[in-house]
């Protein structure tokens, strides 16, 4: 009976083994500076684009807009890039959101404010954004945005007069405000920061550190994680 057992190899063969395992240790070791080298690379990548994120944002334009809630003295800032025709931004706004605003936006420990970034291929989700800040403009921008993600399915004027009339809005300066060119503009001006900031998706988030006028340590998270998720990172930030 023929068996493949090291008895039965040949002396040469036997060292053969042995040389190609100290080749096999020699490209780990390679491997590993490598991977050494990379890591530290992308190290260098994020703390530029960190970087250049910082000197992109500055806190007084961005606060000024109707979706801005909590403490002013807020430590951490956290910013929404939403779009409501998006599932992902509904799924955040109807299982996450609520809890954060409880435990740390009406704590005074976050001050949030959202941002309109309409993808392309959502046709509804620029309208919708205006019924909302224009809701915004009468104090009522969070009950709006809550019933449209809410009825994401009916995205039409007809619907936002109806919210509109449910929370108790003068109706007339609603309507005027739909047809406002200042409210294309404050969501042009939206997008354009999340093309500034690299936002390719829907919902992303940056929370960072106040400090002045500017944000430090700044984390950019894409994507409608849990509240676990979130409560987390603010947690570790705070």
Not at 6 to 22: R, V
């Amino acid at each position: 009976m023929y068996t493949c057992t090291i008895q039965a190899a040949e002396t040469w063969e036997i060292e053969e083994i042995f040389t190609q395992i100290a080749e096999l240790r020699r490209d780990n070791q390679a491997l590993r500076k490598e991977l050494s080298a990379l890591k530290q690379e992308f190290f260098n990548l994020k703390q530029t684009q960190s970087s250049d994120i910082q000197s992109k944002i500055d806190l007084k334009e961005v606060f000024d807009t109707v979706s801005t809630i909590g403490n002013e003295d807020a430590q951490l800032v956290m910013m929404e890039f939403t779009d409501f025709q998006c599932p992902y931004c509904k799924k955040f706004e109807m299982k996450t959101f609520a809890k954060l605003r409880e435990n740390f936006i009406d704590t005074g420990k976050v001050q949030y404010v959202v941002k309109d970034f309409p993808l392309g291929f959502h046709g509804l989700a620029t309208s919708a954004a205006i019924a909302a800040n224009c809701a915004g403009e009468q104090e009522n921008y969070w009950g709006m945005r809550h019933l449209i993600f809410e009825n994401q399915r009916k995205l039409n004027k007809e619907q936002y007069l109806q919210y509109a009339d449910k929370l108790n809005l003068e109706q007339k300066e609603f309507k005027y405000c739909l047809e406002s060119r200042w409210q294309h503009k404050k969501i042009t001006q939206d997008v354009e920061l999340a093309d500034r900031l690299g936002i390719k998706s829907t919902p992303s988030f940056l929370i960072g550190r106040k400090v002045g006028n500017k944000l430090k340590d700044i984390k950019v998270i894409a994507g409608a994680h849990s509240y676990q998720n979130f409560a987390r990172l603010l947690n570790k930030f705070l």
